[in-house]
């Protein structure tokens, strides 16, 4: 089993930043890769951005590309998202998800563990 809990979430204004956190536990070591994924009200989840555990890949959807950053902090089992540059269109349920497996993957359902959820609103 693995645990994931987001924080870092709030409300900002168009073009703030805000910081992600994605805490793992449990059987870390089982872990390939995190995912980030959002949902507006009324829309489908969609991907955000990946990277593996070891930190090394990364994967970003095209319209984040540029303005967020994923980092991992290995000693807290910690992958955070830096959201720069926030658009009203940012805002979104946004969640982080384990996979196994030996690929990124920008796929929800390839992801086993999802966390809560933390949101995210981005005034005009």
């Known amino acids: 089993q693995v645990q994931l809990v987001e924080s870092g979430g709030g409300l900002v204004q168009a073009g703030g930043s805000l910081r992600l956190s994605c805490v793992a536990s449990?059987?870390?070591?089982?872990?390939?890769?995190v995912g980030w994924f959002r949902q507006a009200p009324g829309k489908e989840r969609e991907f955000v951005a990946a990277?593996?555990?070891?930190?090394?890949?990364?994967d970003y959807a095209e319209s984040v590309r540029g303005r967020f950053t994923l980092s991992r902090a290995n000693a807290k089992n910690t992958v955070y998202l830096q959201m720069n540059s926030l658009k009203p269109n940012d805002t979104a349920v946004y969640y982080c998800?384990?996979?196994?497996?030996?690929?990124?993957?920008?796929?929800?359902?390839?992801?086993?563990?999802w966390g809560q959820g933390t949101q995210v609103s981005v005034s005009p």
């Open positions: 990277l593996t555990w070891g930190g090394i890949n990364t």
């Open positions: 998800a384990a996979r196994f497996g030996r690929t990124l993957s920008s796929y929800s359902s390839d992801y086993t563990y």
């Open positions: 449990g059987r870390t070591f089982s872990i390939f890769a």
